[in-house]
């Protein structure tokens, strides 16, 4: 639960310190998620190698507006599993 200032401001210490382990805990566990996810995306691309060159490969005039979506999904998969941070900051940018 979020909670404004004026209730983090008048919660005890004992409170505050409780509030910050359960958020370290919250925090940890996404990472280990975002590893999981990482690591099952790394293997899908690993398992479908040639498709990922083929699309990587092809010039985009050539490919079907299925085909480009496909390539862009790769291209974007590919980003996520070299530079998952990289990723997120060009979605926030775009």
Known sequence: MQRTRAE??????EDLVFRILEMQDMML???AVRASL??????????????VAHYADAP???????ELEIKRAWAAARHA??????????????
């Open 8 to 13: 983090l401001e008048a919660m005890s210490h």
């Open 29 to 31: 566990e996404g990472l």
């Open 38 to 51: 990482h690591a099952v995306l790394n293997t899908v691309l690993n398992a479908k190698t040639e498709e």
């Open 60 to 66: 985009d005039a050539a490919l079907s507006p299925e």
């Open 81 to 94: 599993v070299s530079n998952p941070m990289g990723l997120t900051k060009r979605r926030q940018t775009a």
